[in-house]
């Protein structure tokens, strides 16, 4: 259990992620070309795994088009930094009047991360009529 517990709580953990994070926006990014912002936005950020597939516009796209690249989705990403978070919290954090600015910026993007899904989860998409 202690090996578990460090390995969720490590700083390697949230740089891997972090990259994975970028991955997932720089992939994302190149298809919103090609299939837009709200069809991007359900594939790679409102999803568990996002597949991503070379273009067969690119070079060497002709056989290269075939190939997809499995990317961890924008609900993973964020529910294993939120759980990275907390462990690192509860492992590296001393409640201390002069850490007090730490504990302030790790609660604003724990609450960043968190009301992101719960508005991604519980939006409505609508149009008001004239």
Known sequence: ??????????????VALLGCCFLLVFFGTLDQVHIGIREVQLRYFESIIALWHYPAAWPGGAVL???????PGGFLLGGLLVINLIFAAVRYFQFKPK????????????LLI?????????????????
């Open 65 to 71: 088009s075939k190939l997809f690249i499995p990317l």
């Open 114 to 130: 968190v009301s992101g899904f719960l508005t991604s989860y519980f939006q409505v998409e609508s149009q008001m009529w004239k």
């Open 99 to 110: 850490k007090i600015g730490i504990m302030l910026i790790h609660s604003g993007i724990l």
């Open 1 to 14: 259990m202690n090996r578990v517990y460090k390995s969720l709580s490590s700083l390697r953990l949230t």
